[in-house]
Nanobody
Framework: QVQLVESGGGLVQPGGSLRLSCAAS????????MAWYRQAPGKQRELVAAITSGGSTNYADSVKGRFTISRDNAKNTVYLQMNSLKPEDTAVYYC??????????????????WGQGTQVTVSS
């Protein structure tokens, strides 16, 4: 199995910055892509940013130029640097590992895994 643990959420004023971290643990062989999603109250979960093992990135239009996703493959950790935060960025942010291959009981398995979420609140 693969476990994801997020950290770094909190309360920040508009225009401020936060850095989210998500560490994957378990007998991980590789992870294809890691991503951040968010879900605001009453809204569907949406993709914020994603990064492949090779470093290719993808961003939602609403965060381009403000958020930066990065990844440390050796540590199986993904980061989300969020700058110029706006009240509309308020949401629970979830980390996702896509195509995570792990070893268990003599076999390899592949699956997608989610973290438990971390609250980001942007308010004055």
């Amino acid at each position: 199995q693969v476990q994801l643990v997020e950290s770094g959420g909190g309360l920040v004023q508009p225009g401020g910055s936060l850095r989210l971290s998500c560490a994957a643990s378990g007998s991980i062989f590789s992870i294809n892509a890691m991503a951040w999603y968010r879900q605001a109250p009453g809204k569907q979960r949406e993709l914020v940013a994603a990064i492949t093992s090779g470093g290719s990135t993808n961003y939602a239009d609403s965060v381009k130029g403000r958020f930066t996703i990065s990844r440390d493959n050796a540590k199986n950790t993904v980061y989300l640097q969020m700058n110029s935060l706006k009240p509309e960025d308020t949401a629970v942010y979830y980390c996702k590992a896509e195509g995570a291959m792990y070893y268990s009981g003599g076999s390899y398995y592949v699956g997608d895994y989610w973290g438990q979420g971390t609250q980001v609140t942007v308010s004055s």
